[in-house]
């Protein structure tokens, strides 16, 4: 086994993983602080008005990155999840525990947001016919469900392994939300950004956005490892 | 060693329903009066009743097959014969899945049945009672078998009853939207087949995949 086997292994025990989890938690709060200022100046200073939508575009750049995060935190946790129950290490299920509330917290942000912007451009805060709307609000629930799941059982063992059960089982949703304003064309535009071609806005409006999704995604980690710490302590 | 499983698994859970008869019934009976509370709230207006009556009839057979899945394993978890099944020869996969179609035979199968009925309440068009009942035979079974895996993870817990719903009732939303909207589709002059097709989709995805987590969650819950 090479040594950087034997180091992810080392940390995988609570103990030795809680300093670097407070180092990590540290250096993510400032990177986080500091791309969220710059990306809110260039949201909001630099980025030039939307041409049809004026300034309530730029609610995206909060909308967007939640819904990213939301998203990503639910894969992030389903993986920590399988990781937990197939190799049984308690740190896994700790991560799952860490990251639920902050999943949760992107998620009502991306759907409270998304209200607002729908006000004005829509004419109205919430569609009941839309896919990408309702994918997004099950997502929410299924945050929910995991978290509930695992509060309700006194039981620590079982309490980790249903919810992280639970959490691959919720895993079919993302893919629905992902593809939702593909495969169905309702309300919900498409995707402004994507992997493969050119981004369809305005250089700096991109650069805001990327920021933004920068500052939520340190954000995510320091709160994470912050809570993992809680966790650290509140069961050894 | 699997076919005689499942036929002694079914057998035995639907003697065991038979002789409570009165559980079987008492979902049943919530079923008709939650589709017939509609009415009620919302007015008499015939064309509105005529509207919501497809949406009215699945969001009951949701909630009346999701009260009754704490029967599924909930008897056997309290007298034991549940840790013998997970000992056993057979594949719990396998034993998931029989009592899981025992429960869907005794909870899912007559609100099938009974849904042209309320149908009938709700003056829907005669031609759309074969396309109801149908989404409600393909749907009512997906409903059991993803219902199996948030059973199994409330297992014996207190107040599980109300977790269940929280768990169980967000997956269940997919069907919902394509069982009503394939009654909306017909009722609207076109084919419902896309949604009917999905549907079928669904419960065979399911019937593949969700027997596993079940499965997985009986062994956490019962360790």
Not at chain 1, 148 to 165: C, T
Not at chain 1, 170 to 193: D, E, F, R
Not at chain 2, 104 to 122: D, F, H, T
Not at chain 2, 125 to 142: F, N, R
Request: proline share 4%.
């Amino acid at each position: 086994m090479t040594t950087q086997g034997i180091r992810w292994f080392w940390y995988a025990s609570p103990q030795t993983f809680f300093p670097l989890a407070g180092k990590i938690a540290r250096v993510c709060a400032v990177l986080a602080v500091i791309f969220a200022l710059a990306g809110l100046y260039v949201g909001f200073l630099v980025a030039p008005t939307d041409a049809q939508q004026g300034e309530a575009y730029r609610i995206i750049y909060i909308h967007v990155p939640a819904a990213w995060m939301s998203m990503f935190i639910y894969v992030v946790m389903a993986v920590w999840a399988a990781a937990g129950l197939a190799l049984n290490t308690r740190l896994s299920f700790m991560m799952v525990r860490a990251l639920a509330p902050t999943g949760a917290l992107f998620t009502f942000i991306a759907l409270w947001t998304g209200a607002f912007w729908g006000r004005p451009t829509w004419g109205t805060y919430w569609v009941w016919g839309d896919t990408r709307l309702m994918t997004e609000l099950i997502l929410l629930f299924l945050y929910f469900g995991v978290m509930a799941l695992q509060a309700a059982i006194d039981e620590r063992r079982r309490a980790d392994r249903a919810g992280a059960l639970l959490a691959i089982v919720g895993v079919v949703n993302i893919p629905l939300i992902y593809y939702s304003v593909k495969w169905w064309n309702t309300l919900h535009q498409g995707a402004s950004v994507s992997f493969t071609k050119a981004p369809s806005m305005a250089a700096t409006m991109f650069t805001g956005m990327i920021l933004m999704a920068l500052a939520f995604w340190t954000y995510s980690i320091a709160v994470a490892m912050v809570r993992l710490r809680c966790e650290i302590v509140e069961t050894q | 060693m699997i076919f005689p499983a499942v036929k002694t698994i079914v057998r035995r859970d639907l003697l065991l329903a038979l002789r409570r008869r009165s559980d079987v019934a008492t979902a049943l009976l919530f079923f008709v009066i939650v589709a017939s509370l509609f009415p009620l709230g919302v007015g008499a207006e015939p064309n509105l009743l005529r509207a919501i009556a497809p949406g009215v009839i699945w969001v009951a057979a949701l909630l009346s097959s999701m009260l009754s899945l704490g029967r599924l394993f909930a008897a056997d978890h309290a007298d034991g014969t549940l840790e013998q099944m997970l000992l056993g020869a057979a594949p719990l996969g396998v034993v998931v899945s029989a009592k899981t179609l025992a429960h869907w035979l005794v909870s899912g199968l007559p609100l099938v049945l009974i849904a042209p009925l309320i149908a009938l309440q709700y003056d829907v068009e005669a031609g759309l009672y074969g396309v109801l009942a149908l989404s409600l035979l393909l749907g009512t079974p997906v409903l059991s078998i993803i219902g199996a895996i948030g059973a199994a993870l409330t297992l014996g817990l207190r107040g599980g009853g109300v977790l269940l719903s929280l768990l169980v009732l967000p997956l269940y939303v997919p069907v919902l939207i394509l069982g009503a909207g394939s009654v909306e589709m017909a009722a609207a002059g076109l084919s419902p087949e896309g949604q009917l097709l999905l549907l079928g989709a669904m419960l065979i995805v399911a019937a593949v995949f969700a027997p596993w987590a079940t499965a997985a969650a009986l062994r956490i819950s019962s360790e």
